[in-house]
């Protein structure tokens, strides 16, 4: 069933969010890689360590492998946190989600979106002379970085006009 028809409940399904989605690509392949290469290290290295040390005083066990093991596991998922960043927006606002927290945005609080030369990822002005980083939209996927500033930008323009509009 489509979203446009009804639901179970007989009412009308709410109309579908069209806008703009953006994740980082190049530093999610890259967290990625590290982190399949983190766990691929860490393991061959716990696998490969058992029996005594050079001094003969400590034994590597079992529980040591698995710990080491486990460490890097941990140290992957930390890694894969820099998959975390997201951008969703729509014509009622935006929805920022980065490294650590996240933002539910109406347009009515953005100023403009800042993506200046040297900068490492955008930023949404706020009204209130706030800034909050968009660390989902990232320099380093140029052209790809670019079109979602833009595409942004649109949303953020339609609806100021749109508010500008119903002031007057």
């Known amino acids: 069933m489509?979203?446009?028809?009804?639901?179970?409940?007989?009412?009308?399904?709410p109309p579908a969010r069209i806008g703009v989605r953006a994740r980082p690509r190049k530093a999610t392949v890259i967290a990625r890689?590290?982190?399949a290469a983190v766990v691929v290290i860490f393991t061959a290295v716990g696998?490969?360590?058992?029996?005594?040390?050079?001094?003969?005083?400590?034994?590597?066990?079992?529980?040591?492998?698995?710990a080491l093991i486990g460490l890097g596991v941990l140290a992957a998922a930390g890694i894969l946190m820099m998959t975390r960043p997201r951008v969703e927006a729509?014509?009622?606002g935006i929805r920022v989600r980065n490294l650590m927290g996240g933002y539910d945005l109406?347009?009515?609080?953005?100023?403009?979106?800042?993506?200046?030369?040297g900068a490492p990822w955008a930023s949404l002005e706020l009204q209130d002379d706030n800034v909050i980083a968009v660390m989902a939209?990232?320099?380093?996927?140029?052209?790809?970085?670019?079109?979602?500033?833009?595409?942004?930008?649109?949303?953020?323009?339609a609806h100021q006009s749109a508010a500008a509009a119903t002031a007057e």
Not at 2 to 13: I, M, T, V, Y
Not at 48 to 66: E, I, M, N
């Open 47 to 66: 696998v490969g360590l058992h029996g005594k040390t050079d001094s003969g005083t400590g034994v590597f066990q079992t529980s040591d492998q698995v």
């Open 33 to 35: 890689v590290m982190a």
């Open 90 to 92: 729509d014509a009622q």
């Open 137 to 157: 939209v990232q320099a380093a996927d140029k052209a790809y970085a670019l079109g979602a500033v833009r595409a942004l930008r649109s949303l953020l323009a």
């Open 2 to 13: 489509s979203e446009a028809q009804s639901d179970e409940r007989g009412g009308a399904a």
């Open 106 to 117: 109406s347009w009515d609080l953005v100023r403009s979106i800042e993506f200046g030369r």
